[in-house]
């Protein structure tokens, strides 16, 4: 994952540009634009300060979720999950959040758009109308169509722009690079549920079952964001984590949320699964145990399809804050988390030296409010 800071961004027929007065706005082709004042949302990095275009609000404790397990031989499945994204928020994103929320409840005109175009195809070509008047309506809705889904793109997308000082891209660069270990590893899972097993015979001999789903790790842009770096990118079943530089959003189809790194812990460590699907190239094979296994740990004789599976040491990865977040992951290579821990504490660190009372920077953004 590179660190590469882009000067500007298109969203649709527009072109967002960052210079030293802020942000302003162009639309056009290229040798030809007309351009308008400061628009997005505007976050300077620096040791002098962190500066917002717009303030980002208390947090409350969210709970797990129980669901009844349709299997004799294991308890109740307990889904690992977090609590409601809107009541995820700093002191410091409530205007950014503000906008992502109401923009994500904006309704899409384009499925309304084409429904009207095929109606009226529809309509023409039933009446025997002129060919020539089918393939104009044909060819005036498809622009049509077109210009509306730029306009969709503008109401539904938030620009952020990062500005960094040169003195503190090193701890987010390292962030990056920790990921990218994470994203590097043959196999990354999302831990959705786990159940505690009553009877372990028919288990493996394991203590627990867990519900998982294959997810991949990637630097991009988050769910209707532009902005002029890309993030690392964590799905999280319905959920998607984003990473940017001053938090972390939580993208949920209910809204999104905000967690300060400063909030966010990350409990790591080996952990010991009984691997039934293939066993990943980079996993670590510490012991073998049978399907069905009987009370010394050897194979049950009783069941004819009985067959050997290999036991791997995966790294455990749990993310957590006080505001309800709380995802579990399983990494095919062992012994992760102490860079990426390292890298969450420096970027908790950068943060609240950023939040210390600084001056403001003259022709660029009125300072957000620090976190209590």
Same mark, same amino acid.
């Given at each position: ?21 802020? #942000? ?89 758009? #084409? ?9 023409? %070509? ?21 210009? #509306?889904?730029?306009?969709? %793109? ?33 196999? %990354? ?84 699964? #009984? ?85 403001? %920077? ?11």
């Amino acid at each position: 994952m590179g660190f590469y800071i882009r000067k500007a961004i298109s969203v649709g027929p527009l072109r967002f540009n960052l210079s030293k007065s802020g #942000i302003g706005v162009s639309a056009g082709v290229k040798g030809f634009r007309v351009g308008s004042g400061p628009r997005g949302n505007y976050v300077h990095m620096g040791r002098g300060g962190l500066y917002f275009r717009q303030t980002l609000g208390p947090v409350s404790q969210g709970l797990p979720v129980l669901s009844p397990s349709v299997d004799p031989t294991v308890g109740p499945s307990v889904e690992i999950e977090s609590g409601s994204v809107l009541e995820m928020a700093d002191a410091s994103s409530s205007g950014i959040l503000n906008e992502l929320n109401e923009k994500r409840r904006l309704v899409r005109f384009l499925p309304f758009a #084409i429904g009207l175009v095929i109606l009226a195809t529809y309509a023409l %070509v039933a009446t025997d109308a002129p060919s020539i008047l089918t393939v104009s309506v044909l060819v005036s809705g498809g622009v049509g169509c077109w210009w #509306i889904a730029q306009k969709d %793109v503008l109401r539904k997308t938030t620009v952020i722009f990062y500005d960094f000082e040169s003195d503190v891209t090193a701890p987010y660069e390292a962030l990056l690079e920790a990921f990218s270990e994470i994203a590097g590893c043959s196999r %990354v899972w999302h831990v959705q549920s786990k159940a505690d097993v009553h009877n372990r015979k028919y288990h493996a001999g394991a203590n627990s079952v867990v519900s998982r789903k294959a997810v991949r790790v990637s630097a991009g842009q988050p769910p209707l964001v532009k902005c002029n770096i890309d993030v690392p990118l964590l799905p999280a079943g319905r959920q998607m984590l984003a990473f940017m530089p001053d938090r972390v959003l939580v993208f949920d189809v209910a809204g999104v949320g905000a967690v300060r790194y400063s909030d966010l812990e990350l409990v790591h460590g080996d952990n010991r699964f #009984i691997e039934e699907e293939s066993v990943p190239s980079d996993a670590t094979v510490v012991d073998k145990t049978w399907r069905f296994v009987n009370k010394k740990g050897g194979p049950d004789r009783r069941f004819s399809n009985n067959r050997e599976l290999p036991v791997c040491l995966y790294s455990r990865l749990l993310f957590q804050s006080a505001s309800g977040l709380n995802e579990l992951f399983h990494v095919s290579r062992r012994a992760l988390g102490a860079q990426q821990t390292a890298a969450l504490r420096a970027m908790s660190k950068l943060r609240g030296e950023l939040n210390q009372p600084s001056s403001v %920077v003259p022709g660029l953004v009125s300072p957000g409010a620090p976190a209590p």
